[in-house]
């Protein structure tokens, strides 16, 4: 009886919580609804849109540990065919800008923040999945000149207020379109849907042309320069680091020049690589298609390979299988901790389309230019008083070494990356490192985020003592003299040895990410 009674109250609960599930999706659906409808190009509002939308940012706030609304919002599409066309056609309402602003801010926060960490739960890793996937779709809707123009325009009618002009208001709509702008960037790549070669568009390709026909890059690189602006330097410096999130140093200096012979040669040799690779792996499956049963493979004697005893290696399988063999043919595979295995190497590097390379270049000289000294002191003012949210110093670390190193490739000119060029910088990275090999140490659990951040800071250290060697080359004395300043007040090759050490030893690591230190040694 009491078992019954059990399962009675167990039924009751599931379908309460079914017809609320239902109850929710129903004002959802009312709720979208109520927001207006797409004829053609043109988006009718209703007249409860402002309020259909208020209502939506007040559902996001009571969204369980699954992120259901938000997940129901994006099935439904609700950037798409709503908002995007909302605020691309009705800009001239501000109350439903700015409520449609806030509104794309949430839904195009990043998965991670949304759920803390990537799942080890295989259900909520799903809704973790289905969440980036929406996150996708999003970005490829935001690939558009039209949108960008609007949130371009908004921006430089923003700015162009005078500080006592400027109301509360105006302050966080411009946080807000840095912070939306942020959020689409940082989507990452599908690689089941973008399967891109080099030089063709990816998604990340059309949205950064997108901002730049919409002149969005050059309010970037005001707010980076502007005296009166530099409140939003920590939001400059992140939107800057994702735009470049795909991007060498190297291919965008080449960008534009004609390739010597020596890169049509190496050009050549890899596809001629490429080439008997694939033909090999052609006769290799021909020769797999035997005409007889596999029992009838017969035995042969390895000479020269031992086994066990002091006899020859005898083989029982087909011939064209040998190049496999090895004597762990059989056995369980041993188990390798988490802790230590190598850790996935996420950065992925490809050629974007040429236009694109062209643009990012002039956006580098333009920023070295104009923008990195002043950027990156109010940058570092702001890590150095914890004034900046957690973990926010690998923004700079990215920074300093990519745009050092364009700096080296396009003509070194000390005077551009003066800011970082001091001991101070030395120590602050020094710091740095330290620090993160502390935290692989005590905090095992996370020894792979800790590890990538002691990866980037390496690349740091080692792209300034790259430029002080670039600094001694030079023909100038104060700049040689200056390199040699920095050089007798760091004790270099103590501290690169004990990097080395503990790099190797501490927590999951990928041997390409020794090379920047090796080199350096």
């Given amino acids: 009886m009491v078992k019954l009674r059990q399962r009675d ?33 043109t988006y009718h509002r209703e007249p409860d849109c402002l309020e259909s939308v208020k209502d939506l940012i007040r559902y996001l706030r009571h969204e369980d540990d699954t992120r259901d609304i938000r997940q129901q919002l994006g099935a439904g599409q609700i950037i798409q065919n709503d908002l995007l066309p909302i605020i691309s056609q009705h800009s001239q309402d501000k109350a439903l800008f700015d409520a449609c602003i806030r509104l794309m801010v949430n839904l195009t926060q990043p998965a991670l923040l949304c759920f803390g960490k990537v799942p080890d739960d295989p259900t909520v890793r799903h809704h973790f999945l289905q969440v980036v996937s929406y996150l996708q779709a ?30 509360e208001e105006d302050n966080l ?62 939001h400059v410096l992140e939107v800057t680091s994702l735009m470049f999130r795909d991007q060498t140093p190297e291919l965008l200096v080449s ?19 490429l080439r008997q690779k694939e033909q090999a792996e052609k006769r290799s499956r021909t020769l797999q298609r035997g005409t007889r049963h596999s029992r009838f493979g017969g035995s042969y004697v390895v000479q020269g390979l031992k086994s066990i005893g002091e006899k020859d290696v005898i083989y029982h399988r087909g011939l064209h299988n040998f190049k496999n ?47 990195y000294n002043r ?49 101070r910088t030395f120590h602050f990275i020094e710091r740095n490192i330290t620090n993160y090999y502390e935290m692989m140490l005590t905090d095992r659990k996370e020894a792979t985020s800790w590890s990538r951040r002691m990866h980037l800071a390496l690349k740091a250290y080692q792209e300034l003592l790259l430029t002080v060697n670039e600094m001694d080359r030079s023909h100038d004395e104060n700049i040689k003299q200056s390199a040699n300043v920095i050089k007798s007040k760091n004790s270099l090759v103590f501290f690169l040895s004990f990097c080395f050490i503990s790099f190797f030893w501490a927590g999951p690591r990928k041997c390409c990410w020794l090379k920047p230190l090796v080199s350096t040694l």
């Avoid at 009751?12 to 190009?41: F, K, P």
């Avoid at 960008?255 to 890169?263: D, F, H, K, W």
């Avoid at 762990?328 to 050629?351: H, N, S």
């Fill in 173 to 234: 709509l411009i946080e807000r379109i840095l912070l939306l702008v942020r959020n689409v960037l940082h989507v990452p790549a599908d690689p089941h849907e973008e399967k891109n070669v080099d030089d063709d568009a990816s998604v990340h390709d059309k949205l950064l042309w997108a901002m730049h026909m919409s002149g969005l890059d050059d309010l970037i690189k005001f707010l980076a320069s502007a005296p009166s602006e530099q409140q939003w330097s920590m």
């Fill in 9 to 41: 109250a167990f039924l009751h609960l599931a379908v309460w919580w079914y017809m609320e599930l239902s109850i929710m999706n129903c004002e959802l659906l009312a709720t979208c609804s109520a927001l207006g409808y797409l004829e053609g190009d």
């Fill in 255 to 273: 960008a534009g020049q004609t390739r010597s012979a020596q890169e049509k040669q190496r050009d050549a040799q890899e596809l001629e690589v």
């Fill in 325 to 371: 063999y090895t004597h762990d043919l059989g056995k369980a595979v041993r188990r390798v901790p988490k802790r230590k295995q190598q850790a996935k190497d996420t950065e992925g590097k490809r050629r974007s389309a040429l236009n694109v390379r062209l643009f990012l270049r002039k956006f580098c000289v333009d920023f070295l230019e104009n923008c």
């Fill in 138 to 167: 999003y970005k490829e809707a935001f690939a558009n000149e039209k949108v960008f123009g609007v949130l371009s325009e908004t921006l430089y009618n923003l700015l162009q207020l005078d500080w006592e002009q400027r109301q």
């Fill in 375 to 423: 950027l990156m002191y109010l940058v570092k003012e702001g890590l150095v008083r914890e004034q900046a949210q957690q973990h926010d110093e690998t923004y700079y670390l990215w920074a300093l070494s990519f745009f050092m190193a364009f700096n080296r490739g396009n003509g070194f000119r000390a005077d551009l990356v003066s800011e970082t060029m001091s001991i």
